[in-house]
Nanobody, 123 residues
Framework: QAQLVESGGGLVQPGGSLRLSCTAS????????IGWWRQAPGKEREGVSC????????YYADSVKGRFTISRDNLKNTVYLQMNSLKPEDTAVYYC????????????????WGKGTPVTVSS
């Protein structure tokens, strides 16, 4: 059965860094566009980033551009989100999905979501 599992969230101080991982099982990520979304309490779900399957295309929301970097390791069937220079407004539950937030990220699309990993940025 297809499954996505996020990990790497936690508590970090402003200006710090975290690396989120999204590991797939039951399918191979090579052919898929993979996206990251986040949702803070009381706010709408926000598209953060995505990566294409083989053309290297990436997308970043303006709010994270220059601070976050998405990458994939197809051998490990994993997509990463490196988050640097974190701000309190980055606090949210982060989800990975086969339904990316931008059409610029090429590849197969599905509608499977992980359970999310919480990120808290606070002093």
């Amino acid at each position: 059965q297809a499954q996505l599992v996020e990990s790497g969230g936690g508590l970090v101080q402003p200006g710090g860094s975290l690396r989120l991982s999204c590991t797939a099982s039951g399918f191979t990520v090579d052919y898929y566009a993979i996206g990251w979304w986040r949702q803070a309490p009381g706010k709408e779900r926000e598209g953060v980033s995505c990566i294409g399957n083989n053309d290297g295309t990436t997308y970043y929301a303006d709010s994270v551009k220059g601070r976050f970097t998405i990458s994939r390791d197809n051998l490990k069937n994993t997509v990463y989100l490196q988050m640097n220079s974190l701000k309190p407004e980055d606090t949210a539950v982060y989800y990975c999905t086969t339904d990316p937030p931008s059409y610029f990220c090429s590849g197969l699309r599905e509608d499977y979501w992980g359970k999310g990993t919480p990120v808290t940025v606070s002093s």
